[in-house]
C-alpha cells in the first residue's frame, strides 16, 4: 500500500453498513471535517427535478464552463451520501474539468431498494438533456459518472438510454464503480479486510438495494449480455479494493464490444482513498479524472 495513504487508515470510520442510519451520520461527519474546496466563482444552484418523487440535484457552474455537462452520482453503498457530502468532489470535478456538474440526491436503500436510485438518475439525465438551453449545457456534450455505487449507477443508466434511444450521453467517467452483486472475482473473494470497503460490506450493499429481487443488468451493469453501442468510458480501479477486478473485465468487454475506454488501475490505493488529498497518488487520481472530463466533453 501507499505510505502516504496507509497512515491515515486509522481514522477511517468503521462503517460496515449493517445499521444505515448510523453510518449516514458517520459519513456526513467525516465529510464535513475535510476541508472546504474553494468555489470562488462558481455558481452552484440547488434545484429540484419534476419526477415521481422529485429528486434534489446542485448545480454546480463554473466561471469558464465550456458547454459540457456531467450528471454525477455519488457513492457510498446505495446506502448513504447526499449532496452535502458529495460537495467537496462535485465542486472539484467542476473546477478541474470546467463542466456543469450536476450531482444527483437520489433515494437510498434499504428504504428505496432498486429501482430507485436508478430511477431517479435516469430522470435527471433526461431533464438535462430537456433544460439544455435552459441549464446553458450542449446537449450533445453530457456525460455520466460517479464513484463507487454512483459509477455503477452511471454505468445502468448508460445501459438504459441505449437500450431505449434516451438522451444521448458523449461519455462515462466511472471512478472504482460497483457493477457485479455475484461478487466471483478474485478480488471481491479475497479483499475481506481492505480498507474503508471489503467483501463484507460490498455483499451488505447489494442486500439493502436489491433485497430479495434478482439483479438486472440496470442493477448491476456487469450482466449485461451486449455491451455495444455504449459511449466511451474512462474506468478507475484501485489496488486494494473488491470491485477491482469487475471492473477491469467490464473494461475489457466494452473494448471487446468496440466501445473507447481508457482503463487505471492505481497501484498501492484502495476503495475511496482518493479522499486523503494530501497524498500524492491522491492528488494525481482527482486531477486525472477532471482532465479526462475536460478532453471528452471538449466541442
Known sequence: MDPELEAFIPLFPRADLIDPA??????AELAA???????????IEDRTVPADPDVPVRIYRPDQAQGGAIVWLHGGGFVMGDLDTEHPWATRV?????SVVISVGYRLAPEHRFPAAFDDAYAVLTWAAEHAAELGIDPARIAVGGHSAGGGLAAAVALRARDEQGPSIRFQLLNQPGLD???????????TDTPWFNRDKATAAWRHYLGSQPA????????????????????ATAELCPNRDEDITYALRLM???VSVELHQWPGTFHGSQAILSADVS??????????LRRALAE
Request: hydrophobic share 40%; glycine share 8%; proline share 9%.
Open 22 to 27: 448510523a453510518d449516514r451520520k458517520s459519513l
Open 33 to 43: 471535517a475535510v476541508p472546504k474546496p474553494d468555489a470562488t466563482g462558481m455558481e
Open 181 to 191: 452483486d455475484r461478487q466471483e472475482t478474485w478480488s471481491a473473494r479475497n479483499f
Open 256 to 258: 471487446q464490444a468496440g
Open 216 to 235: 438486472t443488468p440496470y442493477a448491476a451493469p456487469a450482466r449485461a449480455a451486449d455491451l455495444s453501442g455504449l459511449p466511451p468510458a474512462y474506468i
Open 94 to 98: 467542476a473546477e478541474l474539468s470546467g
Open 283 to 292: 492528488q494525481r487520481q482527482i486531477a486525472e479524472l477532471g482532465a479526462t
